[in-house]
């Protein structure tokens, strides 16, 4: 293989991480700006999970990228990536509607739940071993995962008050994410 192939066909994993980073943003934003006053943290919190809920989406839709591009794979095989591909949206979708304790719990559930999905998919295609346990792990450890499991973790022991519960979540959320 010659050099210039080699560049133009390998992952440029400074940008992959570039843009990872840069998925932070709305995170980082959605923390900084009520210390501001501009807004209630409330607003902010909903914001948030809205792109939590984005970011599922997104993480499921690659499970149909690698369906489409692996020619090799068996229907039955191609068909279960296909499926699980709208799960995570349609997860998603329905932690909008609901308050924010019980949305956080469903994202995190959906994020386990989609990690679980990619190990086990992985099996299946040459491609996703490759590209799951590495762009995903890291996204799950690291840039994702804090925004659910922060509310979820410490709503737990709060929940009894609803108002304390809610204040702790908005609280711990600011300071762990």
């Not at 390998?10 to 006053?37: E, R």
């Not at 995962?145 to 979820?152: A, F, G, L, S, V």
Request: one cysteine or more.
């Amino acid at each position: 293989m010659n050099m210039q192939h080699q560049s133009t066909t390998s992952p440029n994993l400074k940008l992959i991480y570039a843009l990872g980073l840069a998925g932070l943003i709305p995170f980082l934003v959605s923390i900084a700006a009520p210390i501001t006053g501009l807004y209630p943290q409330t607003e902010w919190l909903e914001i948030r999970l809205s792109y939590g809920a984005t970011i599922l989406s997104f993480v499921g839709a690659i499970h149909w990228g690698i369906a489409m591009s692996q020619p090799e794979m068996s229907r039955k095989d191609r068909n279960i990536f296909f499926i699980w591909s709208v799960m995570p949206a349609l997860i998603g979708w329905y932690s909008l509607g609901l308050k924010p304790v019980e949305a956080s719990t469903i994202l995190a559930l959906g994020f386990i739940l989609h990690l679980i999905q990619d190990y086990r998919l992985q099996r299946k295609s040459s491609y996703a071993i490759l590209v799951l346990p590495t762009a995903y792990a890291t996204n799950y450890r690291g840039y994702y995962m804090p925004h659910p499991w922060t509310i979820y973790l410490t709503k737990g022991p709060a929940s009894i008050n609803p108002q304390r519960s809610e204040h702790l979540a908005i609280v711990t959320n600011q300071l762990i994410c």
